[in-house]
């Protein structure tokens, strides 16, 4: 049974990024306090615990502590809230997040209306709409694209959430094309993403079974799973070897297997090990 592992498959920079601000941070001998979890993988939050960092869920006083800012960023109105509270700042904050941050406010301040295409409560889409002067109107799904309200609108610039399908976003943005006379449309999925999305329309097609690796509330991880499940139903999404099932791999030649952008490298290993000892036993 050969294993194919997909280039882009774990960490993307966004999420090396954070986490090393945070190790350096904890090692500084700081106080780091983060509001929710880093990202979304089980392994990776419990590393960064047994660092030192505390998971908070509301602001308290901050005194001589400091904040860490995850990858997928903060509303404006949170991080001057932690300033004021008295928080020190550390922004791990992704630079192709910040990129979207800064197209949505100037695209604002030039007169436009902003539509953000992803899940209306992802941190990475309450942060984009948190820059805003203007309620940001959030769709997440082409069934919900609010055409009483868009009327009214003249003009108005799309942006999407980082790791949204880009085949999803398209369809949405035609749905939104016919009611907004001057529409700008920013493709603000981020590069890690798309070579991901790329690799998954292959890797499904190229091989009997897949496995997508990820923890169950990662959003991208359920994406990539989606995505490879409608051209091979032999996908199989897993967060640990011991969700493997030998059966899987009957008759299988090839095992396709990929990674989410918040999965660690020695999760990945230890399953790519494992699946080539199921398959040494045939
Ligand atoms: S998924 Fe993209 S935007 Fe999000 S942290 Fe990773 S590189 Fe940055």
């Known amino acids: 049974m050969i294993v194919n592992l997909a280039k882009s498959a774990g960490f993307c920079s966004g999420v090396k990024r954070a986490i090393d601000i945070a190790l350096k941070t904890a090692d500084s001998g700081e106080k780091v306090y983060m509001l929710g979890d880093i990202v979304h993988n089980e392994d990776v939050v419990r590393d960064i615990q047994q660092a030192g960092i505390k998971k ?10 400091s904040l860490l800012i995850r990858a997928h960023g903060s509303s404006l109105r949170n991080l001057l809230k932690a300033i004021k509270a008295g928080y ?31 899940d209306k409560d992802h941190d990475e889409v309450r942060g984009i709409a948190g820059q805003l002067k203007q309620k940001a109107i959030v769709i997440d799904n082409i069934k919900n694209v609010p055409q009483e309200s868009l009327k009214k609108i003249k003009k108005a610039c799309v942006v999407v959430q980082s790791t949204q399908n880009i085949d999803k976003a398209l369809q949405i943005l035609g749905r939104i094309k016919p009611f ?41 991880t359920k994406r990539l799973y989606e995505i490879s499940k409608s051209l091979n139903k032999n996908t199989y999404r897993v967060n640990s070897k011991e969700e493997i099932r030998r059966e899987w791999f009957r008759g299988a030649k090839k095992v396709g297997i990929t990674a989410g952008a918040s999965t660690p490298d020695q999760t990945t290993q230890e399953i790519i090990k494992y699946i080539k000892q199921l398959g040494s036993k045939r």
């Open 180 to 220: 907004v006379k001057d529409l700008r449309f920013f493709n603000t999925i981020c590069r890690p993403t798309r070579l991901k999305q790329n690799e998954i329309k292959a890797l499904p097609v190229k091989n009997n079974v897949v496995i997508v690796i990820g923890s169950r509330n990662s959003a991208n």
């Open 88 to 118: 020190k700042i550390f922004d791990a904050t992704c630079p192709m997040v910040k990129e979207i941050h800064r197209i949505a406010k100037e695209m604002e301040s030039a007169g436009f209306r902003i539509i953000i295409i992803g």
């Open 56 to 65: 908070i869920n509301r602001l308290g006083n901050g005194k001589g502590k």
